[in-house]
């Protein structure tokens, strides 16, 4: 979602997204199976974030002992982007002993429709690189695909790097789930009722429902929130009784337990 500025990311042809996802959905797929009884789930997830996310979201979720996926592009670190200035190295040191997940955005904030599945792959491994130099101990096994831009060939690619991918298609996860291909709902000022609706949704009917924003500012960009409505969504889950944990957390607990 986010544009660096002075970068211009033409809309690809409509038709080339759909078929590109649709193809997307039914190949390649990392098919798991959530438990008879798993627990009504939310994952709260950030892309590229800024450093406003963690200034403003983070307390929220540290009062309420809620953790995050936040997924980090090793090339914009400490640049200013369209959502503000992006994080540095050692505000994700500090997430991680926080006991956060640090998950991979590809090194470049690349758009796996526009680049060979090759270039995206190794992108995607210099993310890996940097961001383990740049953060002790860490070990990533979540993926978010930037824009959420996928084709067959980014999945592969991904896939192979990642325990779980996460799009940006919205859904929740029932049933039978592609963990290569994750839904995932946006939380941004604009779509505060979707995201109230998700979780009454989720609290009737089950499953898993991942929400993804980018900055979290009085202000915010297109791609984020406020804090009030940050704050709305997460005291909404906790009313709910819903549990929450990081993508890759409720991954290992969904694999445990087919294995």
């Excluded at 090759?118 to 101990?137: C, K, Q, T, W």
Aim: glycine share 10%; proline share 6%.
């Amino acid at each position: 979602m986010l544009l660096v500025r002075g970068q211009a990311n033409p809309p690809l042809p409509r038709l080339h997204r759909v078929i590109g996802r649709a193809l997307a959905r039914h190949c390649a797929r990392r098919l798991a199976i959530l438990p008879e009884d798993f627990k009504p789930t939310v994952s709260f997830t950030f892309d590229d974030f800024p450093a406003s996310a963690l200034s403003a979201a983070l307390p929220i979720l540290q009062a309420t002992g809620m953790t995050a996926t936040w997924y980090a592009t090793s090339g914009l670190l400490g640049k200013s982007s369209a959502v503000g200035t992006v994080a540095t190295a050692g505000q994700l040191r500090g997430l991680q002993e926080a006991g956060h997940e640090i998950g991979c955005h590809t090194h470049g904030h690349l758009d796996g429709r526009k680049v060979p599945a090759e270039a995206y792959g190794r992108d995607i491994d210099e993310n890996h690189r940097v961001l383990m130099e740049l953060v002790p101990g860490l070990a990533i096994r979540s993926f978010a695909y930037p824009f959420g831009g996928v084709t067959v060939g980014a999945k592969r690619a991904a896939m192979t790097r990642a325990v779980t991918c996460r799009s940006t298609m919205a859904g929740i996860a029932r049933g039978h789930v592609d963990l290569a291909l994750l839904p995932a709902n946006p939380l941004y000022e604009e779509t505060l009722d979707a995201a109230q609706d998700v979780i009454g949704r989720l609290s009737q009917a089950g499953g898993w429902a991942i929400f993804y924003t980018h900055d979290v500012a009085e202000a915010p960009s297109p791609w984020g929130c406020t804090p009030a409505t940050f704050a709305a969504i997460t005291a909404a889950v906790a009313r709910a009784g819903l549990r929450v944990g990081t993508v890759g957390a409720v991954a290992d607990q969904i694999l445990r337990r087919l294995a």
